[in-house]
């Protein structure tokens, strides 16, 4: 297996998801080589992140009209690790790797139906003031539904 | 400035940039929280990664339906320094940070007309074969153009 | 409901529609004003497109590397009925409305949970030579299985 | 040249239009069939209709907090006239074809550098109550501005 700065240890780091979405490999979004467009996993993995912050019901509360927050994508990186084709189904997990007071750091992993890891990826999320866009602590709520979901 | 692992000193990481390509954000790249999506600067990265392989006439040979090789993203990420938004002007800058003997590191940087670093990346393309799906070696030719354009 | 010069009686044309996908709105296909961006329902469209075309046997024909024909969309039409919010689960349906020599036009239904139409569309597809991309007529066998999947 | 319900006279249809954005067809843009992917064309659309927009000082009014309407599309045609290819450049133009009360019916065409015809299309867009979702008539200064652009 490929070094990846972010794994200590594959086994343990992928015994470590349990949240997933599922999705299958769009027409539109394989290019001229034949395989998956690069710009697509990330697609993958905001479609992840966003059901896993409906779970945790940060979702409801950042798109109400009033809401004072909004997450920003701090940064973002993905390891292609098998090329992917047109009309594959992919499990794509994600989990928490870190909590801070402002921000988490994501994991990610996507693996086809033979059970290997195609995509892995990390990135980190801040809670920023809608008009500020300065980092905004997590609420004492918040706070308490990371931590439970990271367990 | 945020302290990122492949910048080891801002200014002259910076100006060692010189190739890049001309983007306008479009309105169907922004989305509900009113910034630009942040699945959208890899689609930046790659245009402007295409045109690079381009004037390396890298893209030529890619191309034609006889190439027994393509290439393909190792890995990638993206560092959002600034939230971007609807019909701002970004020039996308991308350079050779190491050429290796079948892959090279390749550093974007995003500044908007104000001159400010928005977005900045890197990631690892690998020339593979077709079929094989496996790493090959640069040729002469090759390896010249990308020593040339280091410079 | 509004008047669409490709349906004549509701009724019985959306009655006509068996085969369909299902998808799932990503908040990356929502825009700034808050539901799903007008450019999405047509990867939508195609993504049922595809589906249906493997299920006739012919995008396994047209993908392979010495097929001498592809598809072409030689137009494409949608009206929206309704908007689409974030994280709504529709129902793609799609038909063949006409066989011509070297084209089919399709017929496309979206459905919302409530069974709802919220999208309805149509356009032609024109089987076109690789490198003539003149029209190309159907072989006897995709007639075939284009008029078993008619009636 | 193609029957096309929409177009009366070819001659005086292409010399109506005025307005025009500019596009280069982005790798990712390009899908297996190694032309521009069918569902992008809508995307270089919304591009010109919204600078359209911009000129006209309606997406300025509709992006403000505040504001009680925004508008929708009701339908949208294209008609691919010619095959579109990795980097080519397209001038896309848009002009207003009718006025209603609370809607607009735009025309869409789109040129390569051999001043060919490789698109045309047609929608209708409605300006809509942001709550109510339902119909709401141009104010006088936006039907003045229609006008003023239509001739």
Redesign the interface.
């Known amino acids: 297996m490929q070094k990846i700065d972010y794994i200590k240890d594959w086994d343990s780091w992928r015994s470590d998801f349990h949240f997933f979405t599922t999705t299958k490999v769009?027409?539109?979004e394989?290019?001229?080589?034949?395989?998956l467009?690069?710009?697509v996993p990330?697609?993958y993995f905001?479609?992840a992140r966003?059901q896993f912050f409906?779970e945790l019901g940060f979702m409801q509360q950042?798109?109400q009209p009033g809401s004072q927050t909004?997450?920003?994508?701090?940064?973002?990186?993905?390891?292609?690790l098998k090329?992917i084709y047109?009309?594959e189904k992919l499990n794509v997990y994600i989990k928490i790797a870190r909590i801070g007071t402002t921000s988490i750091d994501l994991h990610y992993m996507a693996i086809n139906t033979k059970e290997e890891e195609v995509l892995v990826g990390r990135g980190r999320i801040v809670q920023v003031g809608k008009k500020s866009?300065k980092p905004e602590a997590w609420s004492e709520t918040m706070l308490d539904a990371l931590h439970k979901m990271k367990k």
Chains 1, 2, 3, 4 share one sequence.
Do not use: M
Request: proline fraction near 6%; include cysteine.
């Open positions: 769009r027409f539109s394989v290019d001229p080589f034949n395989h467009n690069n710009t990330f697609v905001e479609d966003i409906k950042w798109s909004i997450p920003v994508v701090a940064d973002l990186q993905c390891n292609y090329q047109f009309d866009g």
